[in-house]
């Protein structure tokens, strides 16, 4: 039984008091372990004063990206046993925005993967194609490469604490959500993907789906058979909607 996941990726928004009244609010409403594991993913520069605020509650804390590399001299970078130290558990790696925008490779991010384990941190891998690799009929040839080049550098072996997002990238931050059957489509690929190289893996392996996820569609997402939980972006940043999206796994 893969215990679904519900991930908040903050981006690049909110303030100390901002995020003070976001972490207030969804533990009002008493976010339920037994229905799925609840994350948030603050900016850098929140994740202590974050962390305290979830210490001993059925949050838990993740950061948005870290640094390949252990340690040094990589100026403005975070390594993952500096995430580890401030309380981290989970660490985004490959999110198509870093992938996009800062032009981070599958083999960096295949990097960041093994680094974020090296330090016990449980990475969890974006993939996700275009639009125009949907259109062009590519989106497996796309998820298949993204995931390979982890699996090989990593070994199958680590997705046993590892967990992967499938995040087509035409529907984050669009408004435009994949039809629960386009989900789960790529979801059951991705499953069989990796139970190629390992069954058991296959099946154990948590797949999120991530893009444009809000309460009124979450139900039908989770439903399918593959979609275990989601990683959410801006309904993240309302407590109402986030915790609607989590009561949704109790709906599965
Ligand atoms: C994301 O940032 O991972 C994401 C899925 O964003 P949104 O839910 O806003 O589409």
């Known amino acids: 039984m893969r215990r679904p996941i519900v991930a908040g990726n903050w981006k690049m928004h909110g303030t100390r008091a901002d995020n003070a009244r976001l972490i207030e ?17 603050p900016p850098f520069v929140y994740l202590q004063d974050v962390g305290r605020l979830v210490r001993d509650t059925p949050i838990e804390l993740g950061a948005q990206n870290v640094c390949a590399e252990a340690r040094g001299a990589f100026t403005g970078e975070v390594s993952a046993s500096m995430l580890q130290d401030v309380g981290c558990r989970y660490v985004l790696v490959g999110h198509s925005e870093r992938r996009w925008i800062y032009h981070e490779d599958d083999q960096l991010v295949a990097r960041k993967f093994a680094a974020a384990q090296a330090k016990s941190l449980v990475p969890i891998l974006c993939v996700g194609e275009h639009l125009w690799d949907r259109e062009n009929g590519r ?15 990593c070994g199958v072996g680590a997705l046993e604490s590892g ?26 690929f991705i499953r069989e993907r990796i139970a190629k190289r390992d069954a058991k893996m296959g099946e154990s392996t948590r797949v999120l789906y991530g893009g444009s996820v809000k309460a009124s569609n979450a139900a039908e997402l989770f439903a399918q058979p593959d979609v275990d939980g989601g990683l959410i972006g801006g309904a993240s940043l309302n407590a109402e909607e986030f915790l609607a999206i989590l009561a949704a796994c109790g709906l599965r």
């Open 139 to 153: 989106t497996e040839e796309v998820v298949a490469r993204q995931l390979d080049v982890v699996l090989e550098l």
């Open 25 to 41: 609010a969804l533990l009002a409403g008493h976010p339920d372990r037994a229905l799925a594991e609840c994350l948030v993913f």
């Open 163 to 188: 967990v992967i997002a499938y995040e087509p990238m035409w529907a984050i931050g669009t408004g435009r959500t994949a039809t629960p059957e386009q989900a789960q489509a790529v979801h059951a």
